[in-house]
């Protein structure tokens, strides 16, 4: 599948689901994951290091550097979880 069918599938996807509150639910399900996990203390900390050493502080620089750390470390178990009720999301979509 082309690329600009698949963003505009993924688009698709989410307006529905902002639209019936489901992704408000997946959201907080996985904040409240991670926060279990010790991923989000281990990000903000992280964070806080790099802005330290940082100079002059970027906001733009130290969320370049940290974003493709944190998406590479969230725990497998939430990626899955997030991922089967969106799974189950797209089903209901399609009965």
Excluded: C
Aim: without cysteine; charged residues 30%.
């Amino acid at each position: 599948m082309p690329t600009a069918d698949l963003n505009a599938l993924y688009a698709q996807i989410r307006k529905r689901l902002i639209e019936n509150g489901e992704w408000d639910q997946i959201r907080a399900l996985m904040s409240a994951k991670l926060n279990e996990s010790g991923w989000s203390d281990d990000i903000h900390h992280r964070s806080k290091e790099l802005a330290r050493n940082m100079d002059p502080l970027s906001f733009a620089k130290l969320l370049g550097e940290i974003s493709p750390k944190a998406q590479t470390s969230i725990p497998l178990a939430v990626k899955r979880e997030a991922s089967s009720l969106i799974r189950q999301h797209i089903e209901k979509q399609f009965e």
